[in-house]
């Protein structure tokens, strides 16, 4: 006969069909009902010694039938007994309630052979560190310690999952005095993980004792605060092991983030470390991998920020949006006004800004007064928080261009106060992220979008040219000069829809390249001797970022435009290939009048002699990568110079013959290869072919220049399409 119980007492619809389950189930009922009634008249119940006490008299009679329920459902058992055990405990004082009398039960369980008397005593304590925590924490901790820990290395699963179980609760309902024993605890579970993960590579499956040891880690976690830092290296490693992309459970991988969660609550000082290392994970273990995680994480970033004011907490949480942002992409809308607002309000506070003076002078300083008074006013300006906004604010645009759409104008307007920030990193961070403002706009195809790019094209590309000229920073210049480069290689000729812009990007490149700005004024001060290295390299890489953004610029306009602006280009470049200037000037000099090539199209004639001279000269340098790019350079206008360098062929293949008999460098070889096949591919009629094609399969296939395997590969096919005979 079937019994239908209304309600178990765990609270669900529960069947027991046979007479010791129903016993069992009707005596847990009895007692959990009881527990609180009697609970009331505590004082009555404890008067008389424990052979006469009613409380006791019970307490004895339910462990017999719950210990004979157990013989035949474990599971059942624990599913009963364990919310009854909790109700005792919170009921009657641990100094006289159940507390003692389990633990004579508990210890003759651990000590015999029976797993599941183990795992109902490991659970039992585990009950008892919540309701029993004061007394525990007093008289039995070390024991108690002693009896879970040795457990954890249990060899049977049923065991060591109740172990685990236990430690977690004594780690959550045992402080602050468990935090004591972290020394002898935390390297116990580094160990199990390392054995489980271990156990995981070989089986390919996710162990019983997975969720049960993260819990007893995360708990720990959460409670040790400060103290876990001396521990934060290990946990991250084996954090960052679980994280690994090439695992293959999402269940590792998710309690994993949760523990990361915990370590970066708990580690006030290390905040930054763990979300960051969280941001870092998300961004380069694949969208896919991490996704699962990605919500959670989202989550995670958005309590931290609601619970703290610190910036350099909140620099690491926008790094996180950012990284988050790569993954989740549109899935991210519903958080975007919220994040959208703390990050305009951190451009807009003074949150970050740390202010270092002289002693004498700080009362009399303005953190943004400037003036010849002050100036050996000492002043240092930290504002990493408003730097972390705005370098978010851009990835999060790039990866979302539709979604952030509605908040580019605000955010656009906010950085831009910034441009001028007295931190050349803000500077810096200003400028890219109002970068990628302008390139989400150039992306949506409508015509109001287009009217706001315009708009801030006004006012983004005069900014830069100021920047370029005023700013003494040389990384703030080059950033700059960067955001050209980058602007004409996405927008081309929209850049030049606002008046004047042409000029202004032409004119900053030209001032770099003629050292006119106040970045490259060497009277600015004395540098230490041992500087000047380092400044020397500076100013080459400025250099060869005003170099970068000419190929940009002629492609961004037409042949009859880029042949006015040439001849100064080929002036100031030419300077730079004479032998007394750096291997590094002379190629990149090279190079960027090789990749003008292209865009000078058939004008190329106009400069023939000069770039002919040009190109033989560099040949011969004694830098093998100076000749490499010279001779590019020479394919180039080949390919692009067309029949107007045709008069120049045999003058070319002598250069080419002698170059490739002395020539051991690989990427020159493949340059010259390159060469040959323009050569081919424009006028296969003004060479002998019978003699230069067996020399040129010769020195096939390309070693080091794979670039130039497309010159190749199309000078093989036109041969073939012309039945060309050799």
């Not at 470390?273 to 994970?281: D, H, N, R, T």
């Amino acid at each position: 006969m079937k019994i239908q119980h209304p309600v178990s007492p765990l609270g669900d619809e529960r069947e027991l069909t046979d007479l010791k389950s129903n016993l069992a189930y009707y005596s847990v009922a009895t007692m959990k009902n009881l527990v609180p009634v009697i609970g009331g008249n505590q004082h009555d119940l404890f008067k008389y010694s424990n052979d006469k006490c009613v409380y006791y008299s019970l307490l004895l009679r339910f462990w017999e039938i719950i210990n004979g329920y157990a013989q035949e459902d474990e599971k059942g058992t624990c599913d009963i007994g364990d919310p009854n055990i909790r109700s005792h405990c919170f009921t009657y004082p641990s100094r006289k309630g159940c507390c003692p009398y389990i633990l004579t039960k508990v210890e003759p369980a651990i000590q015999g052979g029976d797993i599941y008397a183990q795992k109902a005593a490991y659970l039992a304590l585990a009950v008892l560190a919540e309701g029993c925590s004061g007394v525990i924490r007093h008289k039995y901790l070390e024991p108690f310690l002693k009896c879970v820990c040795s457990a954890i290395h249990n060899p049977n699963a049923v065991v060591r999952n109740a172990a685990l179980f236990a430690l977690g609760q004594l780690a959550e309902h045992l402080q602050p005095e468990i935090s004591k024993y972290a020394s002898e605890l935390l390297p116990v579970l580094f160990e199990c993980l390392s054995q489980i993960f271990t156990q995981m590579e070989i089986e390919k499956k996710d162990p019983p004792s997975l969720d049960r040891l993260f819990y007893a880690l995360e708990t720990f976690c959460e409670n040790l605060d400060e103290g876990l830092m001396p521990y934060l290296p290990a946990l991250m490693e084996r954090l960052f092991v679980a994280l690994d992309p090439n695992g293959f459970s999402m269940q590792l991988k998710r309690v994993a983030l949760s523990t990361l969660g915990s370590a970066a609550s708990a580690v006030k000082e290390r905040h930054c470390y763990a979300i960051e290392s969280l941001a870092v994970v998300a961004q380069f273990i694949g969208a896919e991998n991490f996704k699962p995680l990605a919500a959670e994480s989202l989550q995670l970033g958005l309590r931290i920020l609601d619970s703290t004011e610190d910036p350099d907490i909140k620099k690491s949480v926008y790094a996180l949006f950012a990284a988050l942002s790569i993954v989740m992409k549109d899935e991210i809308r519903s958080a975007l006004p919220k994040i959208v607002k703390e990050m305009i309000e951190s451009i807009q506070s003074s949150e970050g800004i740390v202010t270092h003076y002289e002693e004498d002078d700080k009362d009399e300083i303005d953190v943004y007064e400037f003036s010849d008074e002050d100036e050996d006013v000492e002043e240092d300006i930290d504002g990493s928080s408003s730097g972390s906004v705005d370098s978010a604010q851009c990835r999060y645009s790039v990866e979302n261009s539709a979604t952030f759409l509605p908040y580019i104008e605000k955010s656009f307007e906010e950085i831009f106060k910034l441009i001028n920030y007295p931190q050349e990193d803000i500077r810096k961070a200003s400028v890219e992220a109002l970068l990628q403002f302008c390139i989400v706009l150039h992306k949506v195809n409508t015509s109001e979008v287009k009217q706001a790019l315009y708009k801030a094209l006004q006012m983004f590309v005069p900014k830069c040219a100021e920047l370029i000229r005023i700013d003494e920073e040389r990384s703030v210049v080059m950033v700059c000069l960067d955001a050209y480069s980058i602007l004409l290689e996405e927008l081309k000729a929209e850049v030049f829809v606002g008046e004047g812009h042409r000029e202004a990007i032409m004119n900053c490149v030209i001032d770099v390249l003629t050292l006119k700005t106040m970045c490259q004024d060497t009277d600015l001060g004395v540098s230490e001797s041992n500087d000047e290295d380092v400044e020397a390299e500076q100013d080459e890489l400025l250099l060869e970022s005003a170099g970068d953004v000419l190929p940009k610029f002629a492609a961004s306009i037409t042949p009859d435009d880029l042949v006015l602006y040439f001849p100064n280009v080929l002036q100031l470049m030419s300077t730079r290939t004479k032998k007394q200037n750096s291997i590094s000037q002379r190629s990149f000099a090279f190079g960027t009048l090789a990749e003008c090539m292209k865009s000078l199209n058939g004008y190329v004639e106009k400069f023939l002699p000069a770039l002919m001279t040009l190109w033989m000269t560099g040949a011969k340098d004694a830098s093998e990568e100076v000749r490499n790019n010279a001779i590019f350079g020479l394919g180039e206008m080949l390919l692009h110079g067309k029949d107007r360098v045709f008069s120049k062929y045999p003058e070319i293949l002598q250069a080419l013959s002698t170059a490739v008999a002395k020539e051991t460098h690989a990427g020159t070889l493949d340059n010259i290869c390159g060469a040959l096949a323009k050569m081919i591919i424009v006028n296969s009629s003004g060479i002998p072919l019978e003699q230069v094609f067996p020399a040129f399969l010769q020195k096939l296939p390309l070693r080091d220049d794979f670039q130039e395997n497309e010159a190749v590969i199309n000078c093989f096919f036109y041969c073939t399409n012309k039945d060309l005979k050799f």
